[in-house]
């Protein structure tokens, strides 16, 4: 939706300029959610209808002043914006809360921007300290939570820090350049595409740069290669008499 100059306006959604940066997110209702004008704002959207500038900076009030760097969206409908080393919450009547802030809980997080929201409503961020990577997960009350992304006796197939994270069934995938790894957040990882090795194997398929990727219930995953300017999708291998 939307022409591709600079100029930001609302109204109907398929003649309004955009300039749409980092992921996008959905809620319950159906409102398509984007951040604009470099991290400026958060506009929105439903498919056919308007655009509307739903906040800026300049209202965000005690954590004004900040770019927002990245999106995401809660089961109650709370939008979820990362700014710098911070997480903020910002509900439909657009009351504004810190969700989580991994530096004051002792992390080495660089950059709050890469984060994802669990089915439990937890959202997860990666970081690394030295040679130690680890995932750290606040919970609703904001409590965090330090998890391992390897063992000593089973190392990460992929390298943290992470450019990119999404939920999955087995509790989430991750993404750096070239490669796909999927963590039971309990300190086991596996590869699941890209240029490293998977049970002793190389696993077929070279990969991007991945900026972002999202998941379904089937286990897919999709991605985006800024390098290739593509979107493709991962589909595993089904187990041995299991349906689709």
Request: charged share 20%; aromatic share 6%; with cysteine.
């Amino acid at each position: 939706n939307g022409s591709r100059a600079r100029k930001t306006v609302d109204g109907a959604a398929v003649k309004v300029a955009i300039n749409p940066d980092g992921p996008i997110v959905v809620d319950p209702s159906g409102w398509v959610y984007f951040l604009d004008g470099g991290g400026y704002s958060v506009r929105r959207f439903r498919p056919g209808g308007s655009i509307e500038t739903w906040i800026t900076q300049n209202d965000l009030d005690k954590y004004s002043g900040l770019s927002m760097l990245a999106l995401g969206m809660s089961s109650q409908g709370d939008l979820l914006v990362a700014q710098r080393t911070r997480l903020l919450a910002i509900t439909p009547q657009k009351t504004v809360s810190l969700r989580a802030d991994p530096a004051r809980a002792g992390s080495a997080v660089g950059d709050a921007a890469t984060f994802t929201v669990l089915a439990d409503d937890s959202v997860v961020f990666n970081g690394r300290s030295g040679s130690a990577a680890y995932f750290i997960r606040f919970n609703r009350a904001g409590e965090p939570e330090f998890l391992p992304v390897d063992t000593p006796s089973e190392p990460s197939p992929c390298t943290a820090p992470f450019r990119a994270m999404a939920p999955s069934q087995r509790g989430l995938v991750a993404a750096n350049p070239g490669m796909l790894c999927e963590y039971d957040l309990k300190g086991g990882g596996r590869l699941l595409a890209g240029s490293g090795q998977a049970g002793g194997a190389p696993v077929v398929g070279a990969l991007g740069s991945i900026k972002a990727i999202a998941t379904s219930p089937s286990g897919a995953v999709a991605f985006s290669e800024s390098d290739t300017h593509q979107v493709r999708r991962f589909t595993p291998a089904l187990r041995k008499g299991a349906r689709r």
